[in-house]
């Protein structure tokens, strides 16, 4: 008697749940009951593990199979179809054959003996897998196509909800019969998303900072506490300003995993849905740009080792002196450090007192370097209030010019731009799909011999197409983001005169990290001399044209102002 095993396998976690695998067991059951020689010994069984996406060196299935091969601890392999092995072309052969040179033979309850005695066996064998994996890659460009098109029209595609939501009745069937369900917001949870968002663009604190001040409160977090990822990832999902993303990760090929794709290769739901909005658009986009700001930063700091990078937002915004990372030496250009002292003293009724004196410190002229002669600290107390009076008093001269109108004009023109490249793209993109198409429709034929074209040349080809079209997808989502962008600064300028209006206010009632973070908003660096500072501003006045007294002032202005002012 022959020693029979099966090997049973679903692709995903709804099929274990399905009739997938019963009727897989049952038809191999019967079929090797037809054998009178087979006696049934042993069933593996793989779940929710993909043959197409999961390389056989991962599955670990398949090694145990190998493995008893090996040991001789088998006859005979009986599988329901020949994808159930796998869905892999170049490696799907490869295994049947390594079984068979183990004298293993392979069975198949629709397709018979999987043979690979003769050169045809091999072919035969080569082609079975190829057209399974080529069935994977339609069905995967189906699911992917359509859960791209819903997430443009802004459905849910699926999975968990993310934290600050929760899943509800959509009201609506797949094409299964299975009820699908949609976000919403969910109103005990909401809070906290929008404290992280918060902490994130008004503080200037980075995830890590943000975990921490969780933890802290004691605020409620989604495991047993709140972690760097966690925060991190809250702040990249746009799902929080009401578009539903997707293409944020991708299938790596190793082990099943998966990698988180650049943003710029979104695709966002083409309208906000407002039902989901937890945190204003211009919020998020701001919490995306000083993210990306600090990473410059320090990266720009590890290269050049200086640390001397103006980054566009302070690296930090902890610490007590407000001018950190804005403030230079006039003399030797050194970059201001911390200099901060306490002073001591016990008073008559024996109590002791101690103070903070904030200090800059120019670390050459502080370490007795020849390279600088101005002086080695300056007093917060005397530089921090002539710059808070310098900036509101410029702030407050800036009046808008009649330029607002030309300016939507060229944003209109911009967009107009955009889209048309955007279309050209999604041309090359049809082209190239298409084209993509037609090469594997000639594979067969070259198997054959009836084609001019080798296998080899024309699965090259494709793969050639196949990148190509990857990389028109990449600039299509650039386009598409870009758009966005517009959109973002038009806004930004309707609002702009109320922001420098409310000014004063805003930074007199503003924490120390959110007066960091306006001053570098606002401001390149501050040169410091004994009898004077130099402020250089950095609001961009090419797409915003002030003017101060009648005159145009330049893009970025400097201001000298003596320390006695």
């Given at each position: 008697?022959?020693?029979?095993?099966?090997?049973?396998?679903?692709?995903?976690?709804?099929?274990?749940?399905?009739?997938?695998?019963?009727?897989?067991?049952?038809?191999?059951?019967?079929?090797?009951?037809?054998?009178?020689?087979?006696?049934?010994?042993?069933?593996?069984?793989?779940?929710?593990?993909?043959?197409?996406?999961?390389?056989?060196?991962?599955?670990?299935?398949?090694?145990?199979?190998?493995?008893?091969?090996?040991?001789?601890?088998?006859?005979?392999?009986?599988?329901?179809?020949?994808?159930?092995?796998?869905?892999?072309?170049?490696?799907?052969?490869?295994?049947?054959?390594?079984?068979?040179?183990?004298?293993?033979?392979?069975?198949?309850?629709?397709?018979?003996?999987?043979?690979?005695?003769?050169?045809?066996?091999?072919?035969?064998?080569?082609?079975?897998?190829?057209?399974?994996?080529?069935?994977?890659?339609?069905?995967?460009?189906?699911?992917?196509?359509?859960?791209?098109?819903?997430?443009?029209?802004?459905?849910?595609?699926?999975?968990?909800?993310?934290?600050?939501?929760?899943?509800?009745?959509?009201?609506?069937?797949?094409?299964?019969?299975?009820?699908?369900?949609?976000?919403?917001?969910d109103p005990e949870k909401a809070p906290i998303i929008?404290?992280?968002?918060?902490?994130?663009?008004?503080?200037?604190?980075?995830?890590?900072?943000?975990?921490?001040?969780?933890?802290?409160?004691?605020?409620?977090?989604?495991?047993?506490?709140?972690?760097?990822?966690?925060?991190?990832?809250?702040?990249?999902?746009?799902?929080?300003?009401?578009?539903?993303?997707?293409?944020?990760?991708?299938?790596?090929?190793?082990?099943?995993n998966y990698g988180r794709m650049p943003m710029e290769?979104?695709?966002?739901?083409?309208?906000?849905?407002?039902?989901?909005?937890?945190?204003?658009?211009?919020?998020?986009?701001?919490?995306?740009?000083?993210?990306?700001?600090?990473?410059?930063?320090?990266?720009?700091?590890?290269?050049?080792?200086?640390?001397?990078?103006?980054?566009?937002?302070?690296?930090?915004?902890?610490?007590?002196?407000?001018?950190?990372?804005?403030?230079?030496?006039?003399?030797?250009?050194?970059?201001?450090?911390?200099?901060?002292?306490?002073?001591?003293?016990?008073?008559?009724?024996?109590?002791?007192?101690?103070?903070?004196?904030?200090?800059?410190?120019?670390?050459?002229?502080?370490?007795?370097?020849?390279?600088?002669?101005?002086?080695?600290?300056?007093?917060?107390?005397?530089?921090?209030?002539?710059?808070?009076?310098?900036?509101?008093?410029?702030?407050?001269?800036?009046?808008?010019?009649?330029?607002?109108?030309?300016?939507?004009?060229?944003?209109?023109?911009?967009?107009?731009?955009?889209?048309?490249?955007?279309?050209?793209?999604?041309?090359?993109?049809?082209?190239?799909?298409?084209?993509?198409?037609?090469?594997?429709?000639?594979?067969?034929?070259?198997?054959?011999?009836?084609?001019?074209?080798?296998?080899?040349?024309?699965?090259?080809?494709?793969?050639?197409?196949?990148?190509?079209?990857?990389?028109?997808?990449?600039?299509?989502?650039?386009?598409?983001?870009?758009?966005?962008?517009?959109?973002?600064?038009?806004?930004?300028?309707?609002?702009?005169?109320?922001?420098?209006?409310?000014?004063?206010?805003?930074?007199?009632?503003?924490?120390?990290?959110?007066?960091?973070?306006?001053?570098?908003?606002?401001?390149?660096?501050?040169?410091?001399?004994?009898?004077?500072?130099?402020?250089?501003?950095?609001?961009?006045?090419?797409?915003?044209?002030?003017?101060?007294?009648?005159?145009?002032?330049?893009?970025?202005?400097?201001?000298?102002?003596?320390?006695?002012?």
């Amino acid at each position: 008697m022959k020693r029979v095993n099966t090997l049973l396998r679903v692709s995903s976690q709804q099929q274990l749940h399905g009739d997938d695998i019963p009727v897989q067991r049952s038809e191999c059951m019967d079929y090797i009951s037809a054998h009178a020689d087979w006696k049934f010994q042993k069933e593996y069984l793989e779940k929710a593990v993909s043959g197409f996406k999961t390389s056989i060196k991962d599955r670990e299935i398949l090694k145990e199979i190998l493995e008893d091969a090996e040991n001789k601890a088998f006859d005979v392999l009986v599988v329901y179809m020949s994808d159930r092995i796998g869905r892999k072309e170049d490696e799907s052969p490869v295994f049947v054959s390594t079984l068979n040179k183990q004298g293993i033979e392979v069975w198949t309850v629709k397709e018979g003996q999987l043979k690979t005695d003769e050169h045809i066996d091999k072919l035969l064998n080569y082609i079975r897998f190829w057209q399974a994996e080529g069935e994977s890659r339609k069905t995967g460009a189906r699911v992917k196509d359509a859960q791209e098109t819903f997430a443009r029209a802004g459905k849910f595609i699926g999975g968990c909800a993310p934290l600050g939501y929760r899943l509800v009745p959509s009201g609506e069937l797949s094409n299964h019969g299975r009820a699908l369900k949609k976000l919403a917001v969910d109103p005990e949870k909401a809070p906290i998303i929008r404290k992280i968002y918060d902490y994130a663009v008004n503080y200037n604190y980075g995830a890590l900072k943000i975990a921490k001040v969780l933890n802290e409160e004691k605020a409620s977090a989604p495991n047993t506490t709140w972690k760097a990822c966690t925060v991190a990832e809250i702040l990249k999902n746009p799902v929080y300003m009401g578009h539903i993303a997707y293409n944020r990760r991708q299938h790596s090929g190793c082990g099943g995993n998966y990698g988180r794709m650049p943003m710029e290769t979104w695709i966002l739901s083409e309208k906000q849905d407002p039902e989901l909005v937890i945190v204003p658009k211009e919020i998020w986009y701001k919490a995306q740009e000083m993210r990306e700001n600090r990473k410059k930063a320090l990266k720009k700091r590890e290269d050049e080792g200086n640390g001397k990078y103006p980054g566009k937002y302070p690296v930090s915004s902890a610490g007590r002196l407000a001018l950190m990372g804005l403030a230079y030496c006039g003399c030797c250009g050194c970059r201001l450090t911390n200099g901060s002292k306490y002073d001591y003293w016990t008073t008559k009724d024996g109590e002791k007192h101690k103070k903070f004196v904030g200090r800059y410190r120019c670390t050459n002229m502080a370490n007795g370097s020849l390279e600088c002669q101005g002086k080695a600290y300056y007093r917060a107390e005397e530089i921090e209030p002539v710059v808070y009076s310098v900036v509101t008093s410029y702030l407050n001269s800036l009046e808008e010019s009649d330029t607002y109108d030309d300016i939507v004009k060229l944003r209109e023109e911009q967009r107009a731009r955009l889209e048309r490249e955007r279309d050209a793209l999604v041309r090359e993109m049809e082209s190239a799909e298409r084209d993509i198409a037609t090469l594997r429709e000639n594979i067969p034929a070259a198997l054959r011999g009836e084609s001019v074209f080798q296998a080899a040349q024309l699965s090259g080809l494709v793969r050639q197409k196949e990148e190509r079209l990857s990389a028109l997808r990449r600039q299509a989502a650039d386009k598409d983001r870009e758009y966005q962008e517009t959109q973002l600064k038009e806004r930004d300028l309707k609002n702009m005169g109320n922001i420098i209006s409310n000014w004063g206010d805003l930074f007199k009632n503003s924490s120390m990290a959110e007066q960091k973070v306006m001053l570098s908003m606002l401001i390149e660096r501050i040169d410091v001399k004994e009898n004077d500072i130099k402020i250089k501003f950095r609001i961009n006045m090419q797409e915003f044209a002030w003017k101060t007294h009648g005159n145009r002032i330049d893009p970025h202005t400097t201001l000298y102002i003596p320390c006695s002012a």
